[in-house]
């Protein structure tokens, strides 16, 4: 008994150049493409016959559209053979047409794809009947079947690049209305009738109670991060979270005011209908700019911080009252600074000389000599309220417009905020 010749795959046959053909065989091929030119409708017919049975998803489409569709696939093949070149750059051009156009229709990628299939099988079978007529090569043929079918799976490919190309378009298209939304209420460009019409778009109650937050980025590259942050700390998508850029700061709009973001520093509004979280924002942007005044952390509120937002006002007083107070002090060098930070962190832990001693390393007595030090130098009388209140303004404004912050502190030593009224000064 003879043992079995096990059968072996056919191999695929590749397309030839159809310009190095042969007399014979290139007269076959222009018979083969007068033919298929004059065959337009029937392949039309034929293709929207089988789409209309094993593909639902074209049900959107009429008639007329997918004959038309048809049809261009036609006109490309028979202009392509009749110069004797293979069709395949000039399928893919069209098919990156078609898919857009489709897919923007609302045609999924695996419905097209089956189309293609489809459309794939009855032109090859149309030209099977062709060959027959004009005495087509066989192998020819076999090659033009191998290298339909090949490209066939590469047209799949074709239709996810260009889906995965839209998603992200709209993707990119709906952030940027997010955005636009976001900065119109925030900022308060946009009347209350489109807050209040618009608002559903967005999932949002136009009378529910929202919170407005302030951050502010280190960097470009920083914004996503603090996006995510947030997102995280108030449990919603980072892709459907409101944020705008507004002037120097991010602006939030979400359900909740947040316990913490980790990592960064987040003013929260009151919580306002829409069409008035403007004035949240507003409230929220003073609280953000004062705390990154006293080098804070974490979550802040504007009625946590008692009288520090008052140094960010008033720009002609401060500078009259510092020409009268501190250019004395600036006068003594760099002693100058020493003197400056301790009286700051003197008034900031309500005037007791061990916890400053303290939080700056140093002796009591050094605290006591540098506190002195500055009142002969600034003529401002600690034990009076007046003068310990234009002590407190001036220097914590200072602190602010330099670029130096807490050079006598080691580092990492600041004031750091919990998020309620009356926090004593602590080591960060």
């Known amino acids: 008994m003879e ?3 096990p059968t072996a795959w056919p191999v695929r046959r590749r397309m030839p150049d159809l310009a190095a053909l042969d007399e014979a065989t290139r007269a076959a091929v222009a018979a083969a493409v007068t033919r298929l030119g004059k065959l337009h409708e029937v392949f039309a017919e034929r293709f929207l016959a089988s789409v209309r049975s094993h593909v639902p ?3 959107i489409l009429s008639d007329e559209d997918i004959r038309a569709s048809a049809r261009r696939f036609m006109d490309i093949l028979v202009s392509e053979l009749t110069s004797l070149r293979i069709p395949d750059a000039a399928l ?7 898919a857009v156009e489709r897919a923007a229709r609302g045609i999924p990628l695996d419905v097209l794809a089956i189309g293609y299939q489809l ?5 090859l079978a149309l030209l099977d009947e062709v060959a027959a007529e004009v005495a087509l090569p066989a192998d020819l043929l076999l090659a ?3 290298s339909t079918w090949e490209f066939s799976n590469e047209a799949s490919a074709v239709f996810a690049r260009v889906q995965h190309d839209l998603a992200v378009e709209r993707a990119h298209f709906d952030a940027e209305r997010r955005s636009a939304f976001a900065a119109g209420v925030l900022g308060g460009g946009f009347p209350a009738e489109r807050i209040n019409r618009d608002a559903h778009l967005y999932g949002l109650a136009p009378q529910a109670r929202h919170v407005a937050l302030a951050a502010r980025a280190r960097s470009a590259g920083d914004v996503d991060a603090v996006r995510r942050a947030v997102a995280s700390a108030v449990r919603v998508p ?9 002037g120097p700061d991010l602006g939030f709009i979400v359900p909740r005011a947040p316990e913490s973001v980790d990592g960064h520093l987040v003013a929260v509004g009151p919580p306002l209908p829409l069409d008035r979280l403007d004035a949240g924002f507003e409230e929220a942007a003073l609280a953000l700019e004062t705390a990154l005044r006293f080098a804070m952390s974490g979550v802040v509120r504007l009625a946590d911080l008692g009288p520090r937002p008052l140094v960010l006002c008033g720009a002609p007083t401060a500078e009259g009252l510092a020409a009268r107070h501190l250019t004395a002090l600036e006068a003594t060098g760099r002693s100058s600074t020493d ?3 301790t009286a700051r962190a003197y008034l900031a832990c309500d005037q007791n000389v061990r916890e400053v001693a303290r939080l700056l390393a140093v002796h009591p007595n050094t605290v006591r000599y540098r506190v002195n030090r500055f009142q002969q130098l600034t003529e401002l009388d600690l034990r009076r309220t007046e003068d310990l209140v234009t002590a407190w303004w001036l220097l914590n404004r200072r602190r602010g417009c330099r670029a130096e912050v807490d050079t006598a ?3 990492g030593r600041g004031i750091r905020h919990s998020g309620g009224a009356g926090d004593r000064a602590e080591r960060a």
């Open 119 to 123: 459309g794939s099988r009855e032109m």
């Open 92 to 98: 893919r051009e069209i098919l990156g047409e078609y």
């Open 238 to 246: 980072a892709d459907r979270l409101l944020l705008a850029q507004v």
């Open 409 to 411: 502190a080691p580092a």
């Open 339 to 341: 003197i400056e930070e």
């Open 57 to 59: 998803g074209y049900a």
């Open 3 to 5: 043992p079995e010749t």
């Open 144 to 146: 033009v079947h191998d």
